[in-house]
């Protein structure tokens, strides 16, 4: 049906109808939208200029988004540049939709695209925030924090004002790189310029503290956030009770912990799985059994590594009744114990009952309620 289309228009003048640069437009959107060869496209751009039709900024728009659906995008860039020469106007749309473009092809580089934004800028064109976000957000990705910030800084200087969203991004990107010193830099420049933190801000650099084991000021951080009236949510506490846990400091990671549930907030099975795991580490069996018992009776399934560790726990306590009682569980659970549950139990066993026997009979007990196999 296209080849007739095409045909069609050629034919208008024949039958004392004059095609209008509407119709041209029509065609062009057709041919470009089921991806013909862009040879036929210049052709009939160059059969409609002896048509006495020429085209419009509205054809160069059609154009451009061709070229760029095709991946041409370094020619999709040089017939903007001829649109704004030919005297149109430059299309903040279009500008928008390069620097979309360039900043989602891997095999960009960063030079081009701030090239790009800034002759853009020299012709009268307005970047949004949402393309200084994906400046940025294309230097992150690339673990190019340093160059985020930089980027940041010319904006800042050339009169723009990024919002807090460019912040996020910058403070985000500088924290991958470990670049810590920069990032309590552009914390506190949000501030110093007048812009509020939100949620994502405190996330990020409570993340950076954590990363640098700061954890008295990420204590503090998380008081300040509640002052200031920005609640800490799920990822926040998890976060910190994550760094806390890491540390070995238990006692705040209670703390934290203890927060939560009084707060309402819905806990998962990674949050218990994180603090069972440090009461096992530091050797609080008692209480690892108890906040385990809470997990399980809240239907959560722990991690079988959870579980491996407190049966090494308790039969290095030398309660073997007590390890024995989380193996039925553990089927319940549908979780098969580790080579770390069996090799403790083994050795426990053994130390007491000298044979291997004895061992079988105490697993079928705990396994079968004292039924003998065949």
Known sequence: MVPLAVEVFFTMPAFRCNPSVKSLNTLIWVLCKNKYDFKIVLLVLVKSQFMNIWVEESTFKILIRALYRIGKENNAVDLLNLMVDSGFDLDGKICSLILYTMCAQKACEGVEILDVLDKKRELGYSPKRVDLCNVIRFYVKNRKGVDALEVLSKLKMSGMVPDIVCHNLVLNGLILEGEYESADEVFDEIVVLGLVPDIVTYNVYINGLCKQNKVDEVVR?????????????????????????????????????????????????????????????????????NVLGEMVGRGFVPQSITFDGLVHLLCQRGLFSEAMELLPEMVVKNIVPGIRSWEALVVHCLSQTQNFDGFIQVSQSAFFGGRNSA
């Open 221 to 289: 951080m998380l008081s300040y956030m509640e002052e200031l009236g920005c609640k800490p949510e799920m990822n926040t506490y998890y976060t910190i009770l994550e760094a806390l846990c890491r540390r070995g400091m238990l006692s705040y990671a209670k703390e934290v912990f203890w927060k939560m549930k009084l707060k309402g907030l819905q806990l998962n099975s990674l949050i218990y799985d994180i603090l069972v795991n440090c009461m096992i580490r530091e050797g609080e069996v008692e209480e690892a059994c």
